[in-house]
């Protein structure tokens, strides 16, 4: 599957229109029942569900469980057994087990030399670039709560988001441009230390830095 989500990772677009696409198909399902039951189609909506559960744990960190949940009550009320085909319900489950593929991101921790050289081997790059991407933009939100003058760092971050999207980006350069922007997310985050601030006493010396200009 990771070669599947690896494709449509490729740029948010094509992540949106599957997403449309699982819901549709996920709702039709259910809307069939239980006249569609125990005839296989289970397993095709399952593994469309199980696609949508991998990257939404990439991009949107989010909790797998109630996709797992949703797997499984499906794979319960729909997987037929007969006596032609040598699997039980229990073993098609557990192929259709989602694990959390995110990395554990830690801003403080980031190396921009480490990520590039590990990017160049990686053999899912749309993967790679999601997960830093939706990283960013999770952190970027968290840091701009703390601190409401860090506004231009968003602007900088959708700029070269929607350069890519658009095509005008290759691949690697954009997995450069964010790591570079990892590398100045990080200086920001840890400017209050080099100042001698707290984040609360950082935020109003901006702002009155702002006022003053």
Known sequence: FNGFADTLLANDEQRKSFNVYENTISSLYEACKPEVLGRKLGRVVSAFQYLRGVMD???????????????????????????????????????????????????????????????????????????????????????????????????????????YNSGATSTENYYDELTAFAQELKEEAERHIREGLTEDELELFDLLKKESL
Not at 63 to 85: F, G, K, M, P, W
Not at 86 to 95: D, G, I, R, V, Y
């Open 57 to 163: 744990s990439i991009v949107e960190q989010a909790d797998i469980d109630s996709a797992v949940q949703r797997i499984e009550a499906l794979l319960d009320a729909s997987v037929v057994v007969d006596n032609a085909e040598a699997f039980s319900a229990k073993e098609f489950e557990a192929q259709y087990k989602i694990v959390q593929r995110g990395k554990a991101w830690d801003l403080s921790k980031v190396n921009v030399v480490k990520l590039r050289e590990e990017f160049k081997q990686a053999p899912f790059k749309n993967i790679q670039i999601a997960d830093l991407q939706a990283f960013l933009q999770r952190k970027l939100a968290e840091m701009l709560a703390q601190n409401r003058t860090r506004g231009d760092f968003i602007q900088r971050l959708q700029k070269v988001i929607g350069a």
